[in-house]
Nanobody, 116 residues
């Protein structure tokens, strides 16, 4: 059974940094795309950043220049370095992986809270 397990969430003051990590287990294949979504209270889930196996990246406009996504294909992990955090970044962050057969996998979510 494929599992994505996140770590690294927590509470931080505005302007601070956090690093989220996600490790995949139970699979021998590499995801075509890995990324991070978030859901803030009262809002829909949104794509924050994603990265292909070849290293191409996408960032939501709201995090460009502040967040950096990276992955280790050998270890089947993806990370999100979040800098200059703002209160509006407060959300539950979910790790996502999409296989070559377009099957989506999700982590359980990790809370990120940014205080003003």
């Amino acid at each position: 059974q494929v599992q994505l397990v996140e770590s690294g969430g927590g509470l931080v003051q505005a302007g601070g940094s956090l690093r989220l990590s996600c490790a995949a287990s139970g699979t021998i294949f590499n995801f075509n795309v890995m990324g991070w979504y978030r859901r803030a209270p009262g809002k829909q889930r949104e794509l924050v950043a994603e990265i292909t196996g070849g290293g191409s990246t996408y960032y939501a406009d709201s995090v460009k220049g502040r967040f950096i996504i990276s992955r280790d294909n050998a270890k089947n992990t993806v990370s999100l370095q979040m800098n200059s955090l703002k209160p509006e970044d407060t959300a539950v962050y979910y790790c996502h992986g999409r296989s070559s057969r377009y099957t989506n996998y999700w982590g359980q979510g990790t809370q990120v809270t940014v205080s003003s």
